[in-house]
């Protein structure tokens, strides 16, 4: 499976199918994530920290993506109820699986979003 191929299908497994299991299948198990808000070391730590917080009425339009090598790029417009993000995700491709993301995204419409205790 190329790099924007194995991208899209974590993409899948992440906003539509939603058994995050399957993220076992498409990431190395060093795997190398970060964002604005979080930092994971390995697949485990990733998909515990995605489980114990599972996306939900999460949804994506595609804006653009491609591939170049052993990498690719996605960027999409992310959206949930009362917000809409572009975001970008940048995926490094090692042995048929994503060793590395990086997401980027505007953080402000999340903590503008997040009420205040």
Avoid: W
């Avoid at 993220?23 to 998909?47: R, T």
């Avoid at 809409?84 to 419409?109: G, H, N």
């Amino acid at each position: 499976m190329g790099p924007l191929m194995l991208a899209r299908h974590y993409m899948t497994i992440l906003f539509e199918q939603g058994d995050l299991n399957e993220l076992g299948n498409v990431l190395a198990k060093n795997l190398y994530f970060s964002g604005p808000f979080y930092e994971f070391h390995s697949a485990d730590a990733y998909i515990d920290a995605l489980k114990s917080g599972p996306p939900r009425d999460f949804q994506y339009e595609l804006i653009g993506a491609y591939e170049d090598g052993a990498t690719a790029c996605m960027m999409y417009q992310f959206q949930k109820p009362g917000l809409s993000v572009p975001m970008a995700q940048y995926f490094e491709i090692k042995d048929d699986r994503i060793s590395r993301i990086l997401l980027v995204f505007d953080t402000a419409p999340f903590i503008q979003s997040t009420p205040i205790s």
